[in-house]
C-alpha cells in the first residue's frame, strides 16, 4: 500500500516549521498562527467550534487561546444571551498580523504547487480534501472515546 501520511506529515512538519521560524519574529508561538487565522475568519467563534474547525482537543485549543489573549492577540467576550459562553475575537494587534500569515500561506501554496497544471492542483485539492474528510470520522470517533480496529 502507497504510504501517504509519510508524505503528508513531512509536508506539514516541514511547513510549520518554517512558518514557526518565519513567524517567531511576529511573537507568534508555535502553531499559534493557525488559530489566530480561524478566529480572524470567523470573528465570534466559541472554542467547541474551533475545535472541530482544527481538527484540535479543547485542551490544546485552551492553551493557545489563552496565550493569544495574553499576548493582547485575541479577546474572548461573553456571548450576550448565554454569559458562560465566551466569543473570541480577533485584537486590532492581531488583525495587523493576519495579511502577513496570510501572505506565507499564499508562498507555501506556490511553492508547493511548482510544475502542477491548475488542473492538477485542483484535483490533488480535492484528494487531500476527501482523505481528511475520511480521516475526520475516526478523529471524531477517538476523541468520543472510542478506540478503532486495525
Given at each position: 500500500?502507497?504510504?501517504?501520511l509519510?508524505?503528508?506529515?513531512?509536508?506539514?512538519?516541514a511547513?510549520?516549521?518554517?512558518?514557526?521560524?518565519?513567524?517567531?519574529?511576529?511573537d507568534?508561538a508555535?502553531?499559534?498562527?493557525?488559530?489566530?487565522?480561524?478566529i480572524y475568519e470567523?470573528?465570534?467563534?466559541?472554542?467547541?467550534?474551533l475545535?472541530k474547525?482544527?481538527?484540535m482537543?479543547?485542551?490544546?485549543?485552551?492553551?493557545a487561546?489563552a496565550?493569544l489573549?495574553k499576548?493582547?492577540?485575541i479577546?474572548?467576550?461573553s456571548d450576550p444571551?448565554?454569559?458562560?459562553?465566551?466569543?473570541?475575537y480577533v485584537t486590532?494587534?492581531?488583525?495587523?498580523?493576519?495579511p502577513?500569515?496570510?501572505r506565507?500561506n499564499?508562498?507555501?501554496n506556490e511553492?508547493?504547487?511548482q510544475?502542477?497544471?491548475p488542473?492538477e492542483?485542483q484535483q490533488?485539492h480535492d484528494?487531500?480534501?476527501?482523505?481528511?474528510?475520511?480521516l475526520?470520522?475516526?478523529?471524531?470517533f477517538?476523541k468520543?472515546?472510542?478506540q478503532?480496529?486495525?
Open positions: 500500500m502507497i504510504d501517504v509519510r508524505e503528508m506529515g513531512m509536508a506539514s512538519r511547513l510549520d516549521a518554517m512558518a514557526n521560524a518565519e513567524f517567531k519574529k511576529l507568534l508555535r502553531g499559534q498562527f493557525v488559530y489566530l487565522v480561524r470567523h470573528p465570534g467563534i466559541i472554542a467547541r467550534d475545535a474547525l482544527i481538527l482537543d479543547k485542551t490544546t485549543i485552551a492553551r487561546v496565550k489573549e499576548n493582547g492577540l479577546v474572548r467576550r444571551a448565554n454569559h458562560r459562553i465566551k466569543r473570541m486590532k494587534k492581531g488583525a495587523e498580523l493576519y502577513f500569515i496570510i506565507e499564499e508562498h507555501s511553492v508547493a504547487l510544475g502542477f497544471s488542473q492542483a490533488a484528494y487531500l480534501q476527501r482523505m481528511r474528510q475520511n475526520e470520522k475516526d478523529w471524531d477517538v468520543a472515546g472510542g478503532r480496529n486495525y
